[in-house]
């Protein structure tokens, strides 16, 4: 197969986002699925002597994946800005591949003790290993191969992969809340969907083999060592602390909204699982609108208005929609609350991705792409629904997780001001 024709002869534009997404899919797919049926995972694999520090541990040990992150963004991001995007892209597939089958297999608490929540952690370490690079892979090959003047609305495709993962990862979760008994998903029903996601692992391997490289990629000379990485990091540090805070509004709303969405419902709000699996499905449909909105608004307008406007309208409107949902709690109120954040994490995120990629240097872009969303991912996003759940059960109050979103949302803030003013006296820059 060649690897250094354009990415896109032979094929539509079209094609190529679908064989590069395809992988970024089921990374997703699976990770949604941890927070989907965490109640089910905690019983399973982490029991206790109340459903507080069950759920707490299992939020923990999914949280603890995205610590992984930042390391794989530097070791596997610098592998693929070294060897390229395309055999880079397969190798963090295969490390992801491999923690959802070990997730699947391992027995319960009940069959093998301590080594099934030590089984379960290898598996998130690998899966977020892995992910700390894949989506930094995915964004930095849509943006080389979009169309001139239109790299946000290409760039955007790799979030709206992952709306895709969230609209089947909830129908699959809604068809078993249909098909089998509460007691038969808690049991081993849960277990259906990351089998799915193993089932498709072979026909994704033969998508991602079939990709180009990138014109961008193959048209340099110098492909940076591992030490020459590590410098070029260090020396654009505050570049890459101020990317991470600007993707602080993005990794904390879409953890919210999704993976913590289904246990908020069910839990918090007492509203059925069968109503929460729903309302996470049409937001995930919302979400796969609105973010190639966001990436072609951020063409036409600008990277900046877009990102200040919508982590501004989050600081002012988090708690008051979370304090209506939590006095009225219903479908409705949760459907339309959530709507409402997907609107501003689809325009943010879209005008996002491709504002990383534009301000990282592109000899480690994918590197540098990867550590700022990972450390992001790791901080914020990734313990959004432990946070959550502590901040609900300190304060007693339901609307509690829009202090991190507001919280979240006032770091990008100020790091979209000082990231474009910083850039700005350095050289022109595309706000």
């Not at 880079?88 to 297999?105: D, E, P, R, Y």
């Not at 409107?317 to 709507?339: D, I, R």
């Not at 990734?382 to 509690?400: C, E, M, N, Q, R």
């Amino acid at each position: 197969m060649p690897t250094s024709s354009p990415a896109a002869t032979g094929s539509s534009k079209a094609a190529t986002v679908f064989r590069v997404t395809s992988g970024n899919f089921l990374e997703q797919f699976d990770f949604f699925l941890f927070g989907f049926y965490a109640t089910q995972i905690a019983a399973a694999f982490f029991p206790a002597s109340n459903e507080f520090a069950s759920l707490m541990m299992t939020f923990a040990v999914f949280g603890a994946g995205f610590l992984m992150r930042p390391l794989g963004a530097v070791l596997l991001g610098a592998y693929i800005d070294d060897v390229g995007r395309r055999k880079g892209l397969i190798v963090t597939l295969a490390i992801m591949a491999s923690g959802t089958l070990l997730i699947v297999l391992v027995p319960g608490y009940s069959t093998i003790g301590l080594w099934a929540p030590a089984l379960v952690l290898l598996g998130r370490l690998l899966q977020g290993f892995s992910a700390g690079a894949e989506l930094g892979g995915v964004s930095v090959y849509l943006a080389e191969m979009a169309t001139p003047g239109r790299k946000g609305f290409f760039a955007s495709w790799q979030s709206a992969s992952q709306q895709v993962a969230i609209v089947v990862a909830a129908a699959l979760g809604y068809a078993l809340n249909l098909w089998l008994t509460p007691a038969a998903v808690s049991e081993w029903g849960w277990r259906i969907p990351f089998a799915v996601g193993c089932l498709i692992i072979p026909f994704i391997f033969v998508l991602r083999r079939s990709l180009a490289e990138t014109e961008a990629f193959s048209a340099r000379t110098h492909h940076p060592t591992m030490k020459e990485v590590i410098a070029t990091l260090y020396s654009n540090a505050a570049i890459v602390i101020l990317g991470m805070l600007m993707v602080a509004m993005t990794t904390t709303a879409f953890y919210m909204i999704t993976v913590y969405a289904p246990t908020f419902g069910k839990s918090v709000l007492q509203l059925s699982t069968a109503d929460a699996l729903l309302v996470t499905l049409l937001v995930g449909v919302s979400n796969f609108v609105w973010l190639p909105i966001g990436g072609a608004l951020s063409d036409r307008f600008g990277r900046k208005p877009l990102l200040m406007a919508m982590s501004l309208l989050t600081l002012i409107t988090a708690y008051p929609a979370l304090s209506f949902l939590a006095q009225a709690p219903s479908f409705s109120h949760m459907l339309e609350v959530l709507l409402w954040f997907s609107f501003l994490y689809g325009l943010y995120n879209g005008a996002m991705i491709p504002a990383l990629t534009e301000i990282m240097p592109a000899e480690v872009r994918v590197a540098g792409f990867s550590l700022a969303y990972s450390l992001a991912t790791a901080i914020f996003g990734g313990f959004t629904p432990a946070v959550s759940t502590w901040l609900i059960h300190v304060t007693d109050d339901k609307a509690a997780p829009a202090f991190w979103m507001i919280f979240a949302a006032g770091c990008a803030f100020a790091a979209t001001l000082l990231l474009y003013r910083r850039l700005a006296a350095q050289s022109p820059v595309t706000a």
